[in-house]
T-cell receptor
Framework: QQQVKQSPQSLIVQKGGISIINCAYENTAFDYFPWYQQFPGKGPALLIAIRPDVSEKKEGRFTISFNKSAKQFSLHIMDSQPGDSATYFCAASTHTDKLIFGTGTRLQVFP | GAVVSQHPSWVICKSGTSVKIECRSLDFQATTMFWYRQFPKQSLMLMATSNEGSKATYEQGVEKDKFLINHASLTLSTLTVTSAHPEDSSFYIC??????????FGPGTRLTVL
């Protein structure tokens, strides 16, 4: 019940395209859903996060869509750029508990 | 966003020695910090949760006598890998949680045990 399932494992997108990464969870007590971006040899960086009181949050080219009834959330990267090539992790937690991470998605954006 | 630093960024040590890694929240106070381990091309594995002024809570399977955690202040937590062996070689990452519940990660420490 603590798992967060992430797909796909890897994703190849052409420059200018839309990258979509999906996550699903089971624990209905989760109330915080962040996405992290990690470059090789670096720590994860908080990209964008959402709480279940909204269905969508947008920051620049990055959008989280949240479906509470389906217990799913996704990251959309619009106008994908080669600099977006990285590994992306979704996560979930309650406000005071530890983060449960997805397995990661390796995104490659080709020019 | 909030900044978390780690020191050192990389370390090479001989088998049997101990290594200390520092994690600092630079512009906010963190009651809770976390220590993770990450193997190549894998997700982050939580090792322990560190609360300021109290004992750390270790995840199942993590040896607390081998991975000593101290959270002496609201801005500093340390991880000491005692009697390190080659199998302890990994990428260690800390994170700190702010008052809003958001978690910010350090840049990581690459440990190589010869």
């Amino acid at each position: 019940q603590q798992q967060v399932k992430q797909s796909p494992q890897s994703l190849i997108v052409q420059k200018g395209g839309i990258s979509i990464i999906n996550c699903a969870y089971e624990n209905t007590a989760f109330d915080y859903f962040p996405w992290y971006q990690q470059f090789p040899g670096k720590g994860p960086a908080l990209l964008i996060a959402i709480r279940p009181d909204v269905s969508e949050k947008k920051e620049g080219r990055f959008t989280i869509s949240f479906n509470k009834s389906a217990k799913q959330f996704s990251l959309h990267i619009m106008d994908s750029q080669p600099g977006d090539s990285a590994t992306y992790f979704c996560a979930a937690s309650t406000h005071t508990d530890k983060l449960i991470f997805g397995t990661g998605t390796r995104l490659q954006v080709f020019p | 966003g909030a900044v978390v630093s780690q020191h050192p960024s990389w370390v090479i040590c001989k088998s049997g020695t101990s290594v200390k890694i520092e994690c600092r929240s630079l512009d906010f106070q963190a009651t809770t910090m976390f220590w993770y381990r990450q193997f190549p091309k894998q997700s982050l594995m939580l090792m322990a949760t560190s609360n300021e002024g109290s004992k750390a809570t270790y995840e199942q399977g993590v040896e607390k006598d081998k991975f000593l955690i101290n959270h002496a202040s609201l801005t500093l937590s340390t991880l000491t890998v005692t009697s390190a062996h080659p199998e302890d070689s990994s990428f260690y990452i800390c994170s700190a949680r702010d008052n809003a519940g958001e978690q910010f990660f350090g840049p990581g420490t690459r440990l190589t045990v010869l």
